[in-house]
């Protein structure tokens, strides 16, 4: 089946220590997105790409970048986590002319030590 | 500052009676609303959606609606089934936002057998 995936579900990394989060999806969608949820509070988007065109949001830490090497791919990178980045982290994508209808990945759950 | 809000975090209701999920809106350029499931250690799931040139849209056993003078949408599900047991995030966005979706905390509802 034609999904959007997560690895891993559980992510745990030290004050500081640099962590990757990663994405992959077999739809073929044009646009791949990044949320954070944090407890009882709503998905928040970080950033999505459009293609190959960035769009960060305007809140977003500099602490957070993205890098999409291709179609199926799209990684999260956090350069210096804090406590405040544990959260669960939510990759979706759509396609073009659909863009209401996102599919998510099952998130991956980010644990800061 | 929220701009979609959801102020029930829980909702219970028995099964085979209808569930009614309340969600208000600030931001008077939305011009397309949505409702998205979430089960346990998946990703949210896109259910039904509504633009703001209607006041209903019908999907089966799930009704959303719009009342735009008050900043307000319901999705109504008739009847409740034990599979609809889940939290229901609301969804705004708005074409002139480059359709970013902005996301409410969400409602857990709870099917009672």
């Known amino acids: 089946d034609a999904m959007v995936i997560q690895n891993p579900r559980y992510q745990v990394t030290q004050f500081g220590k640099p962590v990757t989060l990663s994405c992959s999806q077999t739809l073929n969608h044009n646009v791949m997105y990044w949320y954070q949820q944090k407890s009882s509070q709503a998905p928040k988007l970080l950033f999505h790409?459009?293609?190959?065109?960035?769009?960060n949001e305007a809140d977003t830490p500099d602490n957070f970048q993205s890098r999409r090497p291709n179609t199926s791919f799209c990684f999260l990178d956090i350069r210096s986590p804090g406590l405040g980045d544990a959260a669960m982290y939510l990759c979706a994508t759509s396609r073009a002319g659909e863009w209401e209808k996102l599919f998510f990945g099952s998130g991956t759950q980010l644990s800061v030590l | 500052d929220q701009q979609v809000k959801q102020n029930s975090p829980s909702l219970s209701v028995q099964e085979g009676r209808i569930s009614i999920l309340n969600c208000d809106y600030t931001?008077?350029?939305?011009?397309?609303f949505l409702w998205y499931k979430k089960y346990p250690a998946e990703g949210p799931t896109f259910l039904i959606s509504?633009?703001?040139?209607?006041d209903k849209n019908e999907d089966g056993r799930f009704t959303v609606f719009l009342n735009k003078s008050a900043k307000h949408l319901s999705l109504h599900i008739v009847p409740s089934q034990p599979g609809d047991s889940a939290v229901y995030f609301c969804a705004a966005s708005s074409k002139n936002r480059d359709d970013k979706i902005i996301f409410g905390k969400g409602t857990r509802l709870h099917i009672l057998p």
């Open positions: 790409y459009y293609d190959k065109d960035f769009n």
């Open positions: 931001n008077s350029m939305f011009d397309y």
């Open positions: 509504i633009s703001s040139i209607k």
